[in-house]
Every structure is written in C-alpha cells, then in structure tokens.
C-alpha cells in the first residue's frame, strides 16, 4: 500500500469516527432533553389569564415574549439530589423578560429537611430569584413516607425546613398544601412567619371566603393553556388584596 493509499483511509477512518462521536453527542442530548409533548400551540381562544404560574420540567415555552404572568415559580429540586432539568432554562428567561421569579422544592418524607434543604440552597442562589423560596408539600406517588411516619412527623419535617430557609434566605417560604394536608398537619400551629399557597381545582363559589387556609395564592387549574406554552400550565390567582409585593424577599 502506497503513501496516498494509506493517507486516504487514515481520512476516511477519522471522519467515520468523528460522524459517529458527533451522532452519539446528538443522541445522549436528545435522550437527556425534556420531551416536547404538546407540537402544536393552543387555540388562542382557550388562553387562561392568570396572575401567575408554577413550572417544572414537564412545562416547554415557544414564547415567552407572550407569557403576562405576573410571578413565575420554577421548580428547583426533588428529594434530596434531583434539580429540575428546565429550571435554570425557565427562571433565566423568566428574568430576561422582568417577571419576578421565585423556586420551589418539591418534598419527599424519606430523607431529612435537612438533606433536603442543602439540596435546595445549593441550586438556588439568592442572586437568581426576586421572590421567596416556596415548599410544595404533596402527598403524591412521590412522598414516600417510611413505616410509622405520622401527621406529626411530617409536620416537624416542613417546620425544619422553614428554620432552614429562614436562615439561608432571610425568610420563611410559601408553603404549597391542600386544605386536606393542613388539616391533617395541624398546620394552623407553628407557621405564623409563613404565607400560603392553597391548591383547589374545583372552583368553588366564594371559595376565598370557605377555604380554611388564611392564603395568598390560590392554584385553581392544572389544566389551562397559557399562551407562550405548549400543553398545560398550572395557573394561580391571588387572594383579594394580595399582590406579587407579598411574595417578594
């Protein structure tokens, strides 16, 4: 084999080689990425309006030049080690286009606020929101309370967490709970430093004067088209007398 011969397949075998490291880049990215559910954008006609909004990962925006909400909270953590793959995305374009932004952490009852909260306060900087942190207690799929976990234990575990950010932040959070969960909680003891985010999808008539819940944002949809998203974006009012300035640090 002669010099050209070997220089041309030495080329020829690079560039398969650099094809195929560019493809399997391409791929892990792809597979890494949020998946876009929802391609086409909503019937304008079906715009919700709200104050504000609540994102996570599941949440993709086409524009967020359209997006009037007032306040827009990013979740930020999961648990003890998972950070939400959208939230650097969301709350950066949320501050590029001046709507204050706040994060959440989203908690689990298998690990210790303060596991949890470290979590949080190490992908939440005080330079990156304009508004309180917010706590999102949920009894769903993902709460994973141990054997003999109680209504009390889970009550000492969102007051350690509030210690906690008080400390970091400045400030105890929002907490985000049903009428059911604080109930159950007693949470009406202890939270005095607190404000409440109530959620409650069924609308009810002359519901700010009912809910037990002394609130300042009521979540009242899941299922409500936001123009500038594609799919469902939760959506959020504030209770009479209540502004975005309640929520700010």
């Not at 715009?47 to 599941?58: E, K, R, T, W, Y």
Request: aromatic share 14%; net charge positive.
């Amino acid at each position: 084999m002669n010099k050209s011969s070997r220089i041309i397949i030495t080329f020829i075998l690079v560039t398969f080689l650099i094809l195929i490291g560019v493809s399997t880049y391409y791929f892990i990215k792809r597979k890494q990425s949020p998946k876009i559910v929802y391609k086409q954008k909503p019937n304008p006609q079906k715009f919700a309006h709200p104050d504000g909004i609540d994102l996570s990962h599941h949440n993709v925006a086409y524009d967020w030049k359209k997006v009037d909400a007032k306040f827009v909270y990013v979740r930020a953590t999961f648990g003890g080690t998972i950070k939400d793959k959208r939230y650097d995305i969301h709350r950066k374009a949320a501050t590029r286009h001046r709507i204050p932004v706040g994060a959440y952490h989203f908690l689990t009852a298998d690990l210790s606020a303060e596991a949890q909260f470290k979590h949080f306060s190490s992908v939440v900087k005080r330079s990156h929101v304009s508004l309180r942190p917010m706590l999102d207690v949920e009894e769903s799929k993902y709460w994973n309370a141990p054997k003999r976990f109680t209504d009390k234990d889970a009550h000492n575990l969102i007051r350690e967490w509030c210690d906690l950010c008080k400390n970091k932040y400045g400030i105890a959070p929002i907490i985000y709970i049903t009428e059911t969960l604080y109930r159950r909680y007693a949470m009406h003891n202890d939270f005095d430093d607190c404000i409440w985010w109530v959620a409650d999808y069924n609308n009810k008539k002359d519901f700010g004067k009912k809910c037990i819940i002394p609130y300042t944002i009521h979540q009242y949809s899941d299922k409500n088209y936001v123009e500038g998203f594609y799919g469902f974006v939760d959506c959020n009012r504030f209770a009479d007398g209540k502004n975005v300035n309640d929520l700010k640090i």
